[in-house]
């Protein structure tokens, strides 16, 4: 047992947390959350995240949510140093690269992946459809 428990969903946001905990070359466990399958909505995950998301890191005993602060917090505890430390510049972009992916680029795929989270009626997801994959195509 490590110090470190990923709590991740399959195709799901938290895949940026796995990718950047594999790269860290920190030891450190997955415990998959089934999102799909409402495990995150279970007493049990709501216990480690009371907002019911993934991801979260278990570090010892806290509890660390956000994929922004998890990269962050895993960048800087890595050995190989994945967040730049001596140049405030290059540091500040690049949080500004997290903060694109998961606020900007995260957020576009919604229409596309969660329409019942904007509109209430399946008939017209494939209306979303057209209007959410433009704009997906459309960030730069």
Avoid at 58 to 84: F, H, K, R
């Amino acid at each position: 047992m490590t110090d470190l428990t990923l709590f991740a969903s399959p195709r799901a946001c938290s895949l940026a947390c796995h990718i950047v905990l594999e790269e860290s070359g920190l030891p450190f466990d997955v415990r998959i959350i089934k999102i799909r399958e409402g495990q995150h909505q279970t007493d049990a995950y709501l216990r480690v995240n009371p907002w019911g998301k993934v991801p979260a890191l278990q570090i010892g005993n806290e509890i660390l949510t956000e994929t922004q602060a998890i990269l962050s917090y895993v960048g800087d505890s890595a050995p190989t140093g994945l967040l730049p430390r001596d140049d405030a510049l290059s540091r500040a972009r690049a949080h500004e690269w997290m903060s694109f992916l998961t606020a900007t680029v995260h957020i576009a795929f919604r229409p596309l992946f969660k329409p019942h989270f904007l509109i209430g009626d399946p008939d017209l997801y494939p209306q979303l459809l057209e209007v959410g994959i433009p704009n997906l195509r459309s960030l730069k």
